[in-house]
């Protein structure tokens, strides 16, 4: 009989010794954003529309601030890769405008060039930001 109470016993002290040994796990803390978004969050940068002019001439008459010149571009990694796109460097040109709180971009020069290294073609657009104020 003392034999099969033994690993009973055994069982029971195991068991109650896990049971001094558990820590229950605390919750996963709030994070801050949950706490206060609207103090947290920040406003979303909406890129503000560029307009793009490719003759000088249309800024006659409009005064206008210009804050510096800007570039885009679109690579082409290899020959079997998608071509390289000038409307993509355009984009990205007036995207860069935009940080610069530009409404305008003179568009000096865009071009696909094959002379870049690092790129098997690149397409470049090269331009004046503007503040033009109407």
Do not use: W
């Amino acid at each position: 009989m003392r034999l099969s109470l033994l690993p009973l016993c055994m069982v029971i002290v195991g068991l109650t010794g896990c049971t001094t040994q558990y820590k229950p796990v605390e919750p996963f803390p709030e994070k801050p954003q949950a706490q206060h978004p609207e103090k947290l969050r920040k406003p979303a940068h909406r890129a503000t529309p560029v307009q793009l002019y490719t003759n000088p001439a249309d800024l006659i008459n409009k005064p206008f601030r210009d804050l510096g010149e800007v570039s885009g571009e679109d690579c082409q990694t290899n020959a079997q890769s998608s071509p390289p796109n000038l409307n993509t460097a355009r984009k990205r040109m007036q995207l860069k405008a935009s940080t610069l709180k530009a409404n305008a971009v003179l568009v000096h020069q865009c071009e696909v060039i094959s002379t870049n290294s690092g790129c098997y073609r690149q397409a470049v657009c090269q331009g004046s930001a503007l503040k033009v104020t109407q």
